[in-house]
């Protein structure tokens, strides 16, 4: 029963920090004392002690601080979401059936016609199927892992309205379907980078 409590507590700790940075609560170069976020969500030290080091892992926090990711950090990621989405891409369009493929069609859909929350969770579940068709474990492992730090890309890509990010995910689609794999691996390379421009040009504006 202890042991379930203690699970309890690390799960609501762990996200209520992670919405916290995620809308901006929590801005970035804030330094985190376990003993203050200890007493404000009303839980022992330890929870809060896991949850940090969870979001250590997934790079919302360094060394107790939230994040400020650096120019250089940002292509660093991008780098490998590039890499690995386009291989997952190129391995979905080799062998994803059409069941799958229509699951695909109703997230650009439900995106073109939605509203920004509605959209934010369609493109997430857009990329995680295409992920999930690798069908490589240690792929999905390291994506999985950056799915935080993911969310403020797609957030502000999402809420700044990127031109033709809905179309870019209909013409992934369109490749995956005619199990054109160097194609599908392409399109979803383009389509990462110019998700990154779109949020590098932001940051300058």
Excluded: W
Excluded at 22 to 36: S, Y
Excluded at 85 to 111: F, H, K, N, P, W
Aim: aromatic residues 6%.
């Amino acid at each position: 029963m202890r042991k379930s409590e203690s699970q309890s507590a690390f799960i609501q700790c762990y996200e209520q920090i992670r919405d916290k940075i995620l809308n901006g609560d929590l801005a970035g170069g804030t330094k985190l004392v376990e003993e203050r976020l200890a007493e404000e969500m009303g839980v022992s030290r330890t929870p809060v002690r896991e949850s940090i080091r969870k979001l250590e892992q997934e790079g919302l926090i360094k060394r107790k601080r939230v994040v400020q990711p650096t120019v250089e950090d940002l292509r660093h990621i991008f780098e490998v979401r590039i890499l690995l989405e386009g291989y997952a891409c190129r391995c979905a369009a080799s062998y994803m059936d059409e069941e799958t493929a229509e699951r695909l069609q109703e997230c650009i859909d439900v995106a073109r016609t939605g509203d920004v929350k509605q959209t934010m969770d369609v493109n997430k579940r857009f990329h995680d199927i295409i992920v999930q068709a690798s069908r490589n474990p240690e792929i999905i492992d390291i994506i999985d892992r950056m799915q935080s730090i993911i969310y403020l890309f797609r957030r502000a890509v999402v809420y700044h309205k990127r031109p033709f990010l809905i179309d870019e995910h209909q013409l992934i689609l369109d490749a995956i379907r005619k199990h054109d794999a160097p194609e599908a691996e392409r399109l979803m390379q383009e389509h990462l980078q110019a998700d990154l421009d779109f949020y590098l040009h932001l940051g300058k504006g």
